[in-house]
């Protein structure tokens, strides 16, 4: 017997939702503006279709559950399709989906001798932490829901973290990178992702080598960076602190970027006038396309600049001329050599992404691949588990040790996945993405033309 949430629906060429009898939910897709740009930017758009079940409330006056026998599993996630993350919240489940998809039209999940489907029930948390963890409470108090996939981003997953714990409900999480989220005693919530002090960390690395390589010291190097003021990129800050100090890099500026991640001129004015070497900036994919943005209309020329998010942002594309030479974290190549039986290698994966979501010709962010991965790593559990009792998911789950197209999955006993590194990219002049696997890959200093 498993329960399922009233969920919400978008078709391609109109948006619709159906929220619950109680009106719980208080989806408000009318009222933002970047969620209809969203929109327009993906014009193939069933994103909760094919995934998230409706269910019709006749009957039930009481709320928004209903049972369902038979072959469905059904998992909730709380996502952020409004609001500041909801660019990643759309990469993100597009990436459930589609494992899901793959999934169900391959034979399904085998546990106790009977193939099930899956399905996931979609909130929208309005990128807000209180809205997330209320959404989760509800999913799993009001509409049953057993298993979890995590939203987008740490600030959320910090929010609906608590409330898995508390109800013993195993949750697979996909976005949530910040080491915080592994030092709280977590027991049912598992990672697939690097945690987030190596995004930009790493980058210093192959700076501070290539500067050797060119005989010069790394302790002459000077860096500016700016920061959103969330715990992922507090703990990417950190990070970079480390690796600064073990070269004796100079930090010359260390700002905060403004809240709503709308302006970073005033850092931007600063780095012109101090002439740093390198630039560093985490702020999420909004703030990276502000950054990129505003780079290239302050016609910013530093030597070396990475920021992460770059590719769920799409800077190469609507930034080409600043955006060459930026150097991107990334979870996820397109050529490891990883591979499962059904996405098959990362190479596979990308292409058949790419036919069912044409949209995404221009690259597939690392979000897609790794929320598709959290999938594989569920199904993965409940197989070996052979059950569908919580506990027992939970401890095949901290059993974990697999390969998938994404990389391999291992988990600590925090949650976190230990099993593989962070990677690294390089945009170039035609908008394309170089990997970078050593300091002789990169094109150091950057050639900019404004």
């Known amino acids: 017997m498993v329960y399922v949430a009233l969920g919400i629906i978008f078709h391609s060429n109109d948006v619709s939702y159906l929220a619950s009898w109680s009106k719980l939910s208080k989806l408000r897709p009318s009222s933002n503006v970047q969620f209809w740009e969203e929109l327009r930017m993906y014009n193939k758009l069933p994103i909760a279709l094919g995934a998230a079940l409706a269910v019709g409330v006749a009957g039930f006056a009481g709320g928004a559950m209903a049972k369902v026998e038979g072959d469905t599993i059904v998992i909730g996630s709380s996502l952020s399709l409004t609001g500041k993350y909801s660019t990643n919240g759309f990469h993100t489940q597009k990436g459930y989906d589609f494992a899901v998809k793959r999934i169900n039209d391959t034979g399904g999940v085998k546990v106790g001798g009977k193939s099930y489907k899956m399905k996931i029930v979609y909130y929208d948390d309005e ?16 509409d049953g829901v057993e298993f979890m996939l995590g939203p987008y981003s740490t600030t959320m997953t910090k929010a609906v973290a608590p409330v898995t714990e508390k109800y013993g409900v195993p949750m697979v999480e996909a976005e949530g990178a910040s080491r915080s989220l592994f030092t709280q005693g977590y027991k049912y919530m598992f990672a697939v992702l690097s945690t987030s002090e190596y995004y930009l960390a790493p980058v210093l690395d192959l700076i501070a080598q290539r500067s050797k390589d060119d005989g010069k010291s790394p302790s002459d190097l000077r860096i500016g960076m700016a920061f959103e003021n969330d715990g992922f990129s507090l703990d990417v800050r950190a990070g970079v602190l480390d690796v600064a100090k073990k070269y004796n890099m100079k930090i010359v500026i260390d700002d905060k970027l403004p809240a709503d991640l709308s302006d970073m001129s005033a850092t931007l004015t600063k780095f012109k006038a101090l002439k740093p070497d390198i630039l560093l900036v985490s702020g999420h994919s909004k703030g990276a396309a502000t950054a990129a943005r505003q780079i290239e209309e302050m016609k910013i020329n530093a030597p070396a600049i990475a920021i992460t998010h770059c590719e769920a942002a799409k800077v190469h594309v609507k930034f080409p001329k600043s955006a060459n030479g930026i150097l991107c974290p990334t979870q996820w190549l397109t050529n490891l050599p990883n591979s499962e039986p059904l996405f098959g290698d990362a190479q596979r994966y990308d292409k058949e992404f790419k036919v069912a979501y044409p949209e995404y010709n221009t690259g597939i962010p690392y979000q897609t691949a790794q929320a598709s991965a959290a999938v594989l790593v569920f199904k993965d559990a409940f197989e070996r588990a052979n059950s569908f009792d919580q506990d027992k998911v939970r401890d095949a ?52 033309a404004y």
């Open 397 to 448: 789950l901290s059993a974990t040790d697999m390969d998938t197209f994404y990389g391999s999955v291992r988990f600590s006993e925090a949650g976190n996945n230990i099993a593989k590194p962070m990677f690294y990219r390089q945009i170039q002049a035609d908008g394309s993405y170089k990997n970078i696997v050593s300091s002789k890959d990169m094109t150091m200093p950057r050639k900019v």
């Open 127 to 142: 990128s807000t932490p209180s809205r997330a963890s209320q959404l989760t409470e509800r999913l799993v108090k009001q």
